[in-house]
């Protein structure tokens, strides 16, 4: 185009047509910045009543089941009659296995709000494991396990206890749920400069290979030739990989011969570093309102 053909005003026309446009972008910008202010508002609004909701299922159900979980022990312990005792045995058992798969759906939708902020304490490993071990006892015994915990130096460590815990008992209910009976598990403690770590190996068919991480997906139910499809929600391997990952660790699993071993490793974190709380065990873990609760 020959630019010296073209009139002032038609220059000026052209100019005007495009500053126009220019500006009909920019209104549709700033209203579409609007919307978007609006939904974030509403996002927001939405994941408070979420948490609030959560909090408040959690105490719904963990009250009750904290005083029928006490209620039920006190009959295991004091019942004369062996009928009685079986029966009150068998209602522990049924309700240990409920709070479990409660545990892991609070938790679950605790890492899916992002509300898994960690609380630091003094945590001792070693009544971590006594505490796991008596809470899976109905397995072991079932299935006639051994589980051997070994401990390579000081087993204190500067975690979150309540994570630790809720991570401990998956892998143990993993291991016991997979395990060959009359076999044995190992979990193991040790620590090198920068981790923590923690091992669970069991003596079973172990994972096919190819699956290796998918069993850390959501819901996911692992089973394969002999092994028939296990009970549960498929949520436990998930909820451990969230909270190792908010705890700055990792996970990884191998497989040899007929054995699985699952190693965590957990960052160390410094005690100048972090406001430290008191330690606390797993059956705290879901007895928020821990006022009138009784260990078992």
Same mark, same amino acid.
């Given at each position: 185009m020959d630019i010296s053909t073209i009139t002032d005003e038609k220059l000026l026309d052209e100019i005007g047509r495009r500053f126009q446009e220019k500006k009909s972008?920019?209104?549709? &910008? #700033? #209203?579409m910045t609007k919307k978007l202010l609006v939904l974030n508002e509403k996002n927001k609004k939405s994941q408070e009543i979420k948490s609030?909701?959560?909090?408040?299922v959690k105490n719904e159900f963990n009250n009750p089941m904290s005083s029928l979980l006490n209620i039920v022990n006190m009959m295991v312990k004091k019942s004369d009659n062996s009928q009685m005792t079986e029966l009150s045995s068998l209602m522990k058992m049924e309700l240990l296995k409920l709070d479990f798969s409660l545990k892991n759906i609070f938790c679950a939708s605790e890492i899916e709000a992002g509300e898994i902020a960690n /609380? +630091?304490? &003094?945590?001792?490993i070693e009544d971590i494991f006594d505490e796991v071990t008596d809470y899976f006892s109905f397995l072991i015994k079932e299935k006639?396990?051994?589980?051997? +915990?070994?401990?390579?130096?000081?087993?204190?460590?500067?975690s979150d206890s309540q994570k630790v815990n809720i991570i401990l008992l998956n892998l143990v209910s993993n291991a016991c749920e997979y395990s060959y009976s009359n076999s044995k598990i190992d979990v193991t403690f040790s620590s090198d400069d920068d981790n923590y770590i923690i091992s669970v190996e069991d003596m079973g068919e172990g994972i096919e290979k190819g699956k290796e991480q998918d069993i850390y997906s959501s819901f996911y139910h +692992?089973?394969? =030739? @002999?092994?028939?499809?296990?009970?549960?929600? =498929?949520? =436990?391997?998930?909820?451990?990989?969230?909270?190792?990952?908010?705890? /700055?660790g990792s996970i990884e699993n191998t497989r040899q /011969? @007929?054995?699985?071993?699952?190693t965590v490793k957990l960052s160390k974190v410094d005690e100048k570093d972090v406001s430290l709380s008191r330690g606390i065990g797993s059956n705290?873990?879901?007895?928020? /309102?821990? #006022?009138?609760m009784v260990e078992f």
């Open positions: 972008s920019i209104e549709e &910008m #700033e #209203e609030k909701f959560l909090s408040l /609380d +630091y304490s &003094m945590v001792k006639s396990l051994g589980v051997n +915990y070994n401990f390579e130096g000081s087993d204190e460590i500067i +692992y089973e394969s =030739g @002999n092994t028939r499809r296990t009970a549960g929600l =498929g949520l =436990g391997l998930s909820v451990v990989s969230g909270l190792i990952e908010s705890l /700055d /011969d @007929n054995k699985t071993l699952f705290e873990f879901i007895f928020d /309102d821990s #006022e009138d």
